[in-house]
């Protein structure tokens, strides 16, 4: 059982930056892969990015583009993700979610996950 909550979420304008965090209670949280999704209004939730369970391997959304970077800290219990260069597009509901199953596969996709945070509010005004 892995319980997530994500916080940092906030309103920037074109070019700022934000750390969205993630905070996991559950043992099992050192072993999950640990995925960002977004849901701007009107559209389906779409993969961002993930990271493996011990930090080294990453992978990201085209449309990320070098801008944001996923990082973790097993000693916290905590996932971020670093968004910078944001574009009005960027704006949406980000979630994080885990994957218990301690492989890194199918990550883009929602089904891998079995838990997942409330969700925090990214706005970003031209």
């Known amino acids: 059982q892995v319980q997530l909550v994500e916080s940092g979420g906030g309103s920037v304008q074109t070019g700022g930056s934000l750390r969205l965090s993630c905070a996991a209670a559950?043992?099992?949280?050192?072993?999950?892969?640990m995925g960002w999704f977004r849901q701007a209004p009107g559209k389906e939730r779409e993969f961002v990015g993930a990271i493996n369970w011990g930090g080294a391997t990453t992978t990201y959304a085209d449309f990320v583009e070098g801008r944001f970077t996923i990082s973790r800290d097993n000693a916290k219990n905590a996932v971020y993700l670093q968004m910078n260069s944001l574009k009005p597009e960027d704006t949406a509901v980000y979630y994080c979610a885990a994957d218990t199953s301690i492989y890194f596969r199918n990550v883009g996709r929602e089904s891998v996950y079995e838990y997942w945070g409330q969700g925090t509010q990214v706005t970003v005004s031209s």
């Open positions: 559950g043992r099992a949280f050192s072993s999950c892969t």
